[in-house]
């Protein structure tokens, strides 16, 4: 069976502090790795990671995926308050998509 | 170029009634996916649509659902007889293509509460 499993489940840090999320994944025929974040009530597209070992960076965010091990990595760094919302990663083509559970990133002052 | 548009934001239905939620893909998409996220957890895929076909409804429940994506207008989730574990945000995604590295945009979802 799939399986998609995000880590932490739920993180608190302090503004400036930089944070890793997790996701492994087990997956038949994958694809590609996507990460989003919820805004509000819909998930913004961050990255989709297809090659290992390639790093994608926008701004404070960056990714990497290792297809060896199976697993992705979103780091933020310089975290601000405004970061604070769920994180969730998804893998394979969006016919089978299948999403993780989601970190739940929460930035105190 | 407007993004994923869905309606309405918030449905407010009672029990046995049926919702309908609509969703306008991005302008020049011709594949469509609806998700639906319960209080506390990730998202999860429902059905995924082309213009007139349903391609995979493997994760739409048998009985009281259905999605439609015509040839005009918008694709349609229709849930019969609502029951109060209905209650729920759907989201619905929009891309380009349905094959591999595909980008896709997500619509604000609808809320959906059954009372």
């Known amino acids: 069976e799939d399986k998609v499993v995000q880590s932490p489940l739920s993180l608190v840090v302090h503004e400036g502090d930089t944070v890793t999320l997790n996701c492994s994944y087990e997956v038949t025929n994958f694809r590609s790795l996507l990460w989003y974040k919820q805004e509000k009530k819909a998930p913004t597209f961050l990255f989709m990671l297809t090659s290992s070992g390639i790093e994608k960076k926008s701004g404070r965010l960056s990714s990497i995926l290792d297809k060896k091990e199976l697993f992705s990595i979103l780091n933020i760094t310089a975290t601000q308050t405004g970061d604070s919302t769920i994180y969730l990663c998804?893998?394979?083509?969006?016919?089978?998509?299948?999403f993780g559970a989601g970190t739940r990133l929460t930035v105190k002052p | 170029n407007a993004g994923v548009m869905q309606n309405p934001r918030h449905l407010v239905r009672r029990r046995g009634q049926e919702a309908r939620l609509r969703c306008s893909p991005v302008k020049g998409h011709s594949h469509v996916y609806w998700y639906r996220q319960l209080p506390e957890e990730g998202l999860k895929f429902m059905v995924y649509?082309?213009?007139?076909?349903?391609?995979?409804e493997s994760g739409m429940p048998k009985e009281r659902f259905s999605a439609e994506f015509p040839k005009e207008g918008p694709s349609i989730l229709r849930i019969q007889q609502v029951v109060r574990g209905d209650s729920a945000a759907y989201f619905c995604a929009s891309s380009l293509a349905g094959g591999m590295n595909t980008e896709a945009f997500f619509g604000q979802g609808t809320r959906l509460t059954v009372v």
């Open positions: 998804a893998v394979e083509p969006l016919r089978d998509m299948r």
């Open positions: 649509l082309q213009k007139e076909n349903i391609i995979d």
